[in-house]
């Protein structure tokens, strides 16, 4: 939410510094703090995750931001100053912090990567209410069940027994004088785990989505490692060379190795970050706190860098940074996979093997089986059977279109899955392409599998929602925005490519062949580059063009083009379209701008402009098509024959050559 108004304006607004408020963990070195933040966190967490839920209900986005910043801000000090606190706290803060990560990934999974604090399903309302309920009423039992006294001496004290074996009179566990630098370290490591768990690990489709496959069955191989890195968390396995090597060249193959090999490897790289989860805070531990205010200076700078790589062109505030990070990002995950690494082996060579809590192994073991086991039947037993129902997609329901030889087309970028005022709008989305009635529907800024846009799927979701084949276009590793396609006609194939783009950001683009009543129709969804990048544009509509002319000299298949070229129809780029045979679908609509729907081989039937309300910030644009009859050569009347012995005609004699007088 943090990144959307940016987003809008396009531009770095200064909002972005809301991520600074991370800088206020700083306090959990105050031991005071610590300890209030640690004894009191079934009081403070509810508190912190109602303020993050009451955001929604500000019709404002700029007011949501720094209301969710701050019920963060305290779900994070309830989190830290446990693991700070004491041995037994941080085996059950981390045990609870990966067990509420795997069962929000199937609850992500059940709802197509929608949670249902956004209320996909009909039953999303009564478990918002059931949720903020029992958030409601944990502090109050928490406070009947253990109800605070102080004792004659002034220290703060329980009633509860358990409570007072924990915390009454604990003495607090000596930290070693390690120095700045391995604090530093630690609060690097924390800050880097954070940020590779939400890469890969918020949502199950999104690893299938870095590489280019379907999300399903490969969904169920993401939850298998997930649980399975969890449960190697309990083992001595990280830290060493050995844990390292694979990390980072697993990273390495998931940007350089083919399909399947680079899935292959994503799911190695998973097993070893999610195993290093108990080690990384056990060594963080044993050092001093000092350093957790740098926590939210790391996320934003980390957060702020994945966005560059991709909107490189919008670092205007110090454009040499945009050229550095340009499509970079291999570079920089592989870099923040390293440094994650060489932080964990440096903190394990430096802590003594005392420090690390083994004596709680046992009972973290238990409580980490029973609640894997918990989630792994009360969630992803249930959002499993769903999904298989619906998997493989049954053949798409036939809406109210028309005549079977008709086409209906839409073109619609829907803004990244949020709509004007900062809410995810996929319901929305899908509301205005069923009423819109269409077959083929082109869509672009698609690709959310990123970390700032939560990681959602809106082609997945909308194709189970609308019942549609679908396309996802290049997979998210190569740094482009996205280009979708849905389609109510079998996808016979499709290839992902990008047009020439020397100077700005990637064009991706899809060239599908669909299936239309038993005939072939090629269709080109294109999403060209910005608006100031000429000599991008004029690249990538000779390479559209060419496209048209081989199809025009030669099969003469039906073509379809719903695109985005950034320009208007008096532009150049619009004129060779025209010129290279393309037809425009609204030829007296000259007030258009970037989105266009183009045509060849086929009659116009119907073309409008459709309000996107506030949905998205671009309008929609559906145009309806027949296919054209074959053409049908006249029949030739048949000639009765003679006899054989009348057909013989005299032969003309040839003509003579006049004599050359001598």
Not at 404 to 432: C, E, P
């Amino acid at each position: 939410m943090v990144w959307f108004i940016p987003m809008v304006a396009m531009d770095v607004t200064g909002f972005e510094l809301t991520l600074l408020i991370f800088t206020l963990l700083g306090i959990v070195a105050c031991k005071r703090c610590m300890r209030l933040f640690a004894r009191h966190y079934p009081l403070l967490l509810p508190l912190g995750i109602l303020v993050g839920f009451s955001s929604q209900l500000y019709p404002y986005c700029e007011f949501r931001v720094i209301i969710t910043s701050i019920g963060s801000l305290i779900v994070f000090l309830c989190f830290l100053a446990r693991v700070w606190y004491s041995s037994e706290d941080r085996k059950r803060a981390v045990t609870g912090f990966l067990l509420g990560m795997f069962a929000l990934l199937g609850v992500k999974f059940y709802g197509c990567s929608l949670d249902f604090q956004w209320g996909r399903y009909p039953s999303s309302e009564l478990f918002n209410y059931l949720s903020t309920s029992l958030l409601v009423a944990m502090p109050l039992l928490y406070w009947l069940r253990a109800p605070q006294v102080t004792s004659p001496e002034g220290c703060y004290a329980q009633t509860n027994t358990e409570v007072e074996e924990n915390y009454a009179q604990k003495p607090e566990e000596p930290k070693p004088k390690q120095g700045f630098l391995l604090g530093f370290l630690a609060v690097v490591a924390i800050a880097e785990f954070f940020y590779l768990t939400e890469s890969l690990l918020m949502h199950s489709s999104t690893l299938s989505r870095w590489v280019d496959l379907p999300t399903m069955p490969h969904s169920f191989v993401v939850i298998a490692a997930c649980a399975l890195g969890i449960v190697l968390s309990e083992l001595p396995v990280a830290g060493g060379r050995l844990w390292s090597f694979f990390a980072v060249a697993s990273t390495v193959a998931i940007f350089n190795m083919p399909v399947p090999f680079n899935f292959i490897a994503g799911i190695v790289h998973i097993l070893c970050i999610t195993s290093a989860a108990h080690l990384l805070f056990d060594l963080a531990a044993a050092q001093q706190p000092s350093c957790l205010w740098l926590f939210g200076v790391l996320q934003a700078l980390l957060h702020a860098t994945g966005i560059f790589i991709v909107a490189y062109n919008f670092a205007t505030f110090f454009p040499p940074l945009g050229k550095v990070l340009r499509e970079h990002n291999a570079i920089f995950y592989v870099c923040v996979t390293a440094t994650f690494c060489l932080c964990v082996m440096r903190l394990r060579a430096t802590t003594p093997c005392a420090k690390l809590g083994g004596h709680t192994k046992a009972k973290r073991s238990v409580l980490l089986r029973l609640g894997l086991l918990f989630v792994l039947c009360g969630v992803f037993v249930p959002a499993s059977v769903h999904r298989l129902l619906v998997w493989p997609s049954p053949p798409p329901q036939s809406g109210n279109y028309e005549p079977n030889s008709t086409i209906s087309t839409m073109i619609w970028a829907v803004h990244f899955g949020y709509d004007n005022y900062g809410q995810n709008n996929f319901h929305d989305l899908a509301r205005k392409i069923r009423d819109a009635n269409v077959q083929v529907v082109g869509l672009l800024e698609t690709d959310l599998a990123r970390p700032f846009n939560a990681n959602w799927d809106v082609v997945e979701w909308l194709g189970e929602e609308l019942n549609m084949y679908t396309n996802y276009g290049p997979p998210t590793m190569k740094n482009t925005w996205g280009v979708a396609m849905l389609s109510a006609y079998p996808i016979l194939s499709a290839n992902h490519s990008f047009l020439p783009s020397p100077n700005g950001e990637l064009a991706a683009f899809i060239d599908a062949q669909i299936l239309v009543q038993g005939k072939q129709v090629r269709v080109i969804v294109a999403h060209f580059g910005n608006h100031p990048d000429v000599y991008d544009r004029q690249l990538q509509t000779e390479e559209v063009c060419r496209m048209a002319n081989e199809n025009r000299q030669t099969v003469k298949q039906p073509m379809l083009f719903l695109g985005y070229l950034s320009d208007s129809p008096k532009s150049e780029s619009f004129k060779a379209f025209i010129e290279a045979g393309w037809d425009d679908s609204a030829p007296r609509y000259r007030g258009r701008w970037c989105e266009y729907i183009f045509y060849m081989n086929l009659q116009l039937k119907k073309f409008r402009r459709v309000s996107r309300e506030h949905v998205t910030d671009t309008e929609i644009q559906v145009a309806n098509f027949e296919m054209l009859p074959p053409v049908e050569t006249p029949p030739v009347e048949a000639t009765p024959v003679a006899p054989a012995e009348d057909t013989q005609q005299p032969q003309a004699e040839p003509a003579k050559e006049p004599a050359h007088e001598l």
